[in-house]
């Protein structure tokens, strides 16, 4: 008979010395200790690499929102500003009367009655359409899904128009006193709204889960910060809008102010979560006492409304100085354009599409980090470490935040200098053939409006069938029925499951 072969020693198989090696390197990233898996049995390995595994899809699932977040904040933005322009074109073609152009009264009117529209048709919309209407992966379920996050946009979008109209109005005061009460009244009017009982109450059933027409009516305000933060940016950075020196001093001023700026909203944001923090123990406490002498003696919760509505608003500021400092860079410094809308629409596209790519990669950056270089200058300055978290926390939320309205805000500034050079010479022409000014204006707003809209819709579908398994589509193969198919566009016979052939077949 042969002999025996001789017993090998085998080496651990290829993918767990190359797995060992990414649980080192994972380790690194998330922060942890180096996981040596030398001394590891198989099964511990196999955990180990479980882990590693879990860890990765949790920080891949949080890219993938974060991502989500932002396309759609950009999307809504763009689609936002173009239906204001279409509505707003149509009113000043209603209500001008004169054919040389609108008067300012007239223009503050359109604005208002669009802000008006919006706060009473976007409640209507987000009801019905969150109401199970967009549950599905169609186009057209995803484009509901879209409009449904946009609506807030839309609605903050149209009262931050009417606010830019009231700021360019002349009340015949000083421009900066005339910004200081804005900004002032639109803060205690907000404040004094969500105060008021009916409002607290209706937020409540909201945060239980209960949803009606009334409470969306009555919660509107919340969508309309936007307006707030543009009438205190407007206020803010008032100053630099002073200075003619040049573009060179223009963007030191810029460059100076951001970073004050950055540093007050930050440390503002932080205390903020701080003092809420304070505030819920401090109604847990309340509720819980059977003593009056147990029970907070101050109740601070009209001073938290104010304070987290000037906080919300401050999150705008923050957006806007990082988006008028990349402007004042890009445009000013290096296009020599005293504005984007003032520039070609080639370098609008051009930082358009740049400015997406460096905000993709920065929300991606930024989701879930930490900076230390923060913490530690927190510390320094006698925080604590609690406190210092907060403040890097709250940095990095806010930057993600502000890139997707930069991102949102270059794409509007294309849109709007496209439009301008399309558009050149028609309001000359509808004057004289029509009596009316902007009817092809808004004609061509409103077209805009619809491409936007199909855009937008298939872009978004697009990213959601990107990140959606396909594993159900094989379990249950879809019934196509008899007619045209919507992907195709083609006439095609009805198929069942039945007809699909096995995968192996194929």
Known sequence: ??????????????????????????????????VELDHLDLDSRLRALEEVQLKQKQKHEQDMKAHMTFLEKALAIAL?????????????????????????????????????????????????????RCEGDTWFKDFLKLV????????????????????????????YVKRLILALA???????????????????????????????????PLQARLALGYAWNQLL???ITLITLGQGAVLIAQAGYTLIITWVIVLVSARNSVMKKSYAAAQAKKSTATDDSERPRYDHSRFMTLFNLFTAALAFVFAWALNDLANEFVFGLYAGCPSPTKCTVQA?????????????????????????????????VGHSYEVATTIARKESELAAYAWSLVVGWAWTNAIVVFSNEALAGMAERDIASTGHVMVDIAI?????????????????????EHSRPIEP???HPPTVSKGWCSCCGSHSAELSASAVLPLETE
């Open 1 to 34: 008979p042969a002999p025996p072969l001789p017993l090998l020693r085998l080496p651990p198989p290829s993918f767990l010395r190359g797995r060992a090696r990414s649980t080192k390197m994972a380790s690194k990233a998330d922060g942890g200790a180096d």
């Open 148 to 175: 449904n996050k946009s609506s807030g946009t839309i609605l903050g979008w149209a009262w931050k128009d009417f606010v830019a109209g009231l700021v360019k109005y002349d009340w015949g005061i000083d421009e």
């Open 80 to 132: 936002a500003s173009l239906m204001s322009n279409a509505v707003f074109a149509w009113l000043l073609v209603i209500f001008t009367r004169e054919p040389g152009g609108a008067s300012p009264e007239e223009t503050l009117l359109c604005h208002g009655i669009y802000a008006s529209m919006a706060a009473c048709f976007v409640p209507v919309l987000q009801y019905h359409v969150s109401s199970g």
């Open 444 to 464: 061509f707003y409103t077209m805009g409006t619809v491409a936007a809209a199909a855009g937008t819709g298939s872009i978004y579908h697009w990213r959601l």
């Open 348 to 380: 609008n596209l051009a930082y358009s599409a740049l400015i997406s790519g460096v905000g993709g990669y920065a929300t991606s950056s930024l989701q879930g980090s930490t900076s230390k270089s923060t913490i530690r200058s927190a510390l320094r």
């Open 186 to 220: 639109m803060l205690l009017a907000g404040a004094l709204v969500e105060c008021a009982p009916f409002f607290v109450k209706a937020k409540a059933k909201h945060d239980a889960g209960e949803d009606s027409l009334a409470i969306r009516f009555v919660l509107f």
């Open 473 to 475: 589509l094989l379990e």
């Open 237 to 239: 950075r008032y100053p």
